[in-house]
């Protein structure tokens, strides 16, 4: 029917399929023996007519429906700049490029989009459609570890690439990473190691922190991470506190903090609790407090815009890091900026920003193997090294798929100029800086091979 | 000391929170016998009545400026909340104000929308089983939160304190609490005696509690039980909804903070003892301070994870050995 | 005398497996035939035929079943990295854990009746997920979800010479693997056995004494039943139907997740058994597989597929269809829910099959006032209880009435 | 005395301090029909509630067959052969009439507990067929297939006392059988209750209408302010003066 455009591709397989049960009668066997000759691709959702289906799967409901909305426009754009419509974006900074703005291997760019609801479940359950019905050859978006974590791992077992959206857990590119998993992102890792230098120099070595982490993966290997970073820099953990993820109201964990002789308060939550936390802290005169004779200072190690609206004036001055800032002033930024801001009259975040490039640098993995066979798109990947998406020189390490680029040290912005100006960036550090050896984290690959899925 | 002390605070102020719309739960339910799971999207309306004044407050007037261009290259906007243009300072302080100014705003939207769901949808359940009460007051609550949604977005919208009650004081050297929650804390034990104070001094309260005892008896006297009763559902939405507008500075609101509160709350009402007004209230101050201490690291370490579930698992003790509650009245609901 | 014989119910029997192995192309034109979606069709179906037995038969409503699906996920994926990647232990192990700890939570929760009932399990679930979540990674992985693993030991596929560590290794089923259409067959057929065990529970005086229950409970206690075992027992079945679904969504797909337990998820079941019709055999099955597919299709729905949709309108009209369809599709189809769910709630408290009993104009249906209060047993039959009556009564044999 | 059925020895009943039965000693013989009258608030009901088990007595014991029943929940007492009629009939309402007639025959058969799901349930042709006969007996044979709720109130009431004979019990309960119910559907009832009463039964009956009393009771018991006051044949009733004093005083001025 014409109601859902992407038809199944596979109608004469069901037919077979459905002719066996009705021919076979109760005998399961028989169905399955003939799909599966049926089924016999090259690889998984090959392409085979004049379009290439790509799948974007981002929350849109739960508490990070706005971020997957502006996931959504991210990707929108790129397929708009991948079919040659628009005025091109970064793909005419990103260098090198094969992109021609004539879609992918010469075939039109087409898209699905699907709700995660921020549930490894729910995520699964929509990347599966896009694969067995809307026939994906690609997946793409997410906006938490758990989620990209989970989606990654199934399109290693169907053979279809997944280009992660805005995941900051070390375990994505880590112990979990996956052959057909990428990462464009940075992790929690990344986060502490370009802190340091930033965290020495405003607060010094003599410092007392405190931690509250948000009770689940991402909070530990962020506290994890963040605690590698501040110890060694001569800091003292003081304590690091456990919270119930949604807790709401903080304050029965945020009181002990004052008078423990901490003063350093490190936040590892996101979303809505960072911004619950955060402004429970300043309300608790956090900011306003002296310690140890020193300025008692809050962390957040991983800052969003969206947070960082949700926060409002409680987040003036206080660090963090982040992937990237729209008001960067490189040119891939730039063009970024530009035709998103003409498309949508506000300027994209981060996690628009991931989105975009990772689309990009996919498509243009493709145009490079020549073939959208996973395979040889995944090696076209692996070792990739570029520049114009923003970030600056990118190296697609080859070793966990993780991509190494700098990192931004934004605070909040004192005196903002719009209501998107909230972060301020205090310092781009460099690559080397951030770049950590693959191996401290495990994990394995795992083969690249095609499947038939 | 100090520690323990500061924990005692930040219960009481959760349970002022549990306690209002534990409060309006109960009383529903004690007089119109109807289980109400829209009641925590009735608190997350209260703060959204917030959220519109304040954005309502801070409509502004776009000004182009041609010299300067955004990024993406159109002219950079210049905005100024009308109020601002209009009132000049006065203005800045009316939005500054805009939480207070809220409680006199949503007194009538809350009591409004109180008379609506009773009349419109809650009235026709009274005399079908609690389970079906449930289940229709639980669509709602979806519906109303997926309205919020598209209307607001899912991410939470921060409210400030006026400037007036905001930061914190300094109770004694070591012992430091935000204003607002202080304030918040006075708003919710006055509003609780309001309520107790309106239920036992007039003589609506009074028809009202003897029809909480003996609903058949106070009919039979020929006094329109139901009239009240839909005026007591309206109550009960304004308390919550106030709650609701008290609490966005301390939690910038967003769609979902109903459900948040909606089971905890439920949990107040059933230890406190279904359709107990002081059940309600002390229950919802001992869980607020329970759960508190249960987070000190001290008791955490001991029993860990005990602050997540702690409130469950006092309400699952409590059915038990007590099924009517802590200040249930006996043979209600007890089987 | 019932209206409905065995006969009635093996040709229900034989009509609902055909349509559950029909299914892909039967669900064709409206876009929901592939694997994964008929997979949760039939294993959310058979969540639903297990909480109906608890809710539908006993009037006792549950707001904590997810906890049982979690726990049968659990412990099926839990065989999978110890024992086997087959799915036979998997779900002997996940049906008999889930059995065991609804037995636990039963045996506390059904102390209490009504509203307490339901806070209680509530209560219950909220912490078995609050608890899976973070303290209790070890054994669930907190937010990631518990993953078979290349490495794992099980030592069952070692015992039998399988090669082991080789590569990731898939569920299977005798070989057969549990992925894409085989897993569907192999959920559909335990669907279909699960319907068959619903029906017997039905119509045996076990499921008769469960309706009994209830209809009025303090009569039970006055007719000499203990009326505690029956519902411990509807309890742990229903709970171990719950934890037969875990362990197929593990089967098929073997990662468990934490949020599976949540009490929205809980509330999920509650919503697919009323919108089919609690207390009827059908009905659940119905209400699972509207909204998986709205989950799964609905929110799939972004606006290029609705301008495609109403591409036959004209440019102004189609742009304000388009703008309010958009509200309840793609990130609105919780409102569609919500909406749906308030209207069968009030206005068609016996659910869509009782719907479907007034279209279909079965005589004497009686019009359902409460949830779960159908007198009206299915739509097969029973729907015409008063209609062969009088033909058995008078070949009953009768007495002379004694009131003279 | 040594053939009582029932026993009731010293029982005291007290609420909040309120004393609603105070040193009740009784004995039903077996197949007697015994009625328990009294003024409103005597306590009839209550004595009543303390035999089968939904309250407990303050003080003194039950024993029914020599088995003491105090303590025991109403289904162990109800096996050991104690059945009641309500005031209000209690049914099951959402189940058809001969629904509501098997199920006690499956407690009978079943006791407490039995998970029978190797059955079908409109396959008990025994259990059916001696249901079928009962309701036609008592008059329900046409309303076999109907739910309860669409009875009016006197079939509700039959239907009841079917569910309690179904059981065959030793000692049947009525509470107030007629209550509310016009001239000829009373005679009709107790016409019904004299063939019950014909089988061997043994009845006890809380009663305020005294035609149904006289014609039905072998002995009676009045009940007044928690006490009992008399005790005898209906003729020794009837010439009591304590009685006519208490009770049918107001009654037959």
Redesign the interface.
Known sequence: MSEFPHKPTRRTVLKTGVAGVAAGAATVAAPMFFMRNAWAQEFCNMPTGGSVTLGFNVPQTGAYADEGADELRAYQLAVKHLNGEGDGGMINTMKPTMLKGNGVLGKKVEFVTGDTQTKSDAARASAKRMIEKDGAIMITGGSSSGVAIAVQSLCQDTGVIFMAGLTHSNDTTGKDKRRYGFRHFFNAYMSGLALGPVLESAMGKDRRAYHLTADYTWGWTQEESIKNTTEGLGWETVEAVRTPLGAGDFSQYLTPVLNSGADVLILNHYGKDMVNSLTQAVQFGMRDKQVNGKQFEVVVPLYSRLMAQGAGENIKGILGTTNWHWSLQDDGSKAFVKSFGQEYGFPPSQAAQTCYTQTLLYANACETAGTFAPPAVIGALEGFEFDGMGNGQTLYRAADHQCFKKVLVVAGNENPTSQFDLLQVVEEVPREQVTYNPSIFGGELGSADAKAC | MDAILLQILNGLDKGGAYALIALGLTLVFGTLGVVNFAHGAIFMLGAFCAVSINALLKLEQVVLDPTQTTAWGTPLEIRTPYIESWLGEWGTLLIQYSVPISILFAIPVMLLIGLVMERGLIQFFYKRPHADQILVTFGLAIILQEIIKEIFGANPIPQSAPPLVAGSVSITETIVYPYWRIVYLFFSLTLISGVFAFLRFTTFGMVVRAGMQDRETVGLLGINIERRFTIVFGVATVVAGLAGVMYTPILPPDYHMGMDFLVLSFVVVVVGGMGSLGGAVSAGFLLGILQSFASMNEVNSILPGIDQIIIYLVAVVILLVRPRGLMGRKGVMED | ??????INDIMLLVAFAAII??G??IL????A?????LQ?FAIFGIFAIGFNILFGLT?Y?SFGHAAFLGVGSYAAVWSFKLLSMNAIPAIAIAVVLSGLFALAIGY?SL??????F???T???A??SY??A?????PIT?????L?VL?TDPRYLDVMFGADVGA??P?TNFFG?EM????GF??CG?VLIAAFAFSI??F???????L??I???Q?????????SR??LM?AFIISGMYAGLAGSL?AVT?P?A?A??MQ??AS?EV?LMT?LGGAGTLLGPVLGAGIIKYF???F??F?E??LN??FEFMPEDVRHVVVEVAG?FV??????T???L??IV??FL?GGLMEGAMRVLRIKHS?KV?????S?QRDIVGEGA??EN?DD??RT????S???? | MNNAVLSIHDVHKSFAGLHALSNINLDIRESESHAIIGPNGAGKSTLLNVCVGRLAPTRGTVLFDGTELTGKHPFEINQLGVARVFQTPEIFEDLTVIENVMIPMFSRRDRSFGLNIHSRFDEQTEIQSESVQVLADLGLGDHLAHLTNSLSRGDKRRLELAMCLVQHPKLLLLDEPTAGMARADTNATIELLKRIKATGITIVIIEHDMHVVFSLADRITVLAGGTIIAQGTPDEIKGNPKVVEAYLGEETV
């Open positions: 005398m019932f209206g409905i014989s065995k192995l029909a892909p192309i064709e034109p409206i876009g035939s592939y694997p994964d979606l949760k009037g409503l506390v102390r209490r009746a009504g509203i307490y339901s806070i209680l509530l209560a219950f909220q912490m609050n608890l979540y973070s303290v209790l990674t992985n907190g937010e990631t979800g993953r290349r590569a990731q898939t057969i992925t894409g259409w085989p067959y192999f057929i017997v529970i119509r045996s005086p076990f499921g008769m004494t309706r009994a209830k209809s009025n303090n009569r039970m206690g006055y007719t000499g039943f203990n075992p029956y027992s969504l797909d990662l997740g949020e599976r009490w929205t509330g509650v009323i989950e799964n299709i929110s799939a972004n290029s597929v495609s949709l509200l793609g990130d609105g189809w919780h409102l829910l919500g909406v769910f308030m709630v009030i408290p009686p006032t409460n949830i779960g209060k007198p209880i008063e009556l058995r009564v009953a044999p009768a007495r009435k004694p009131t003279g």
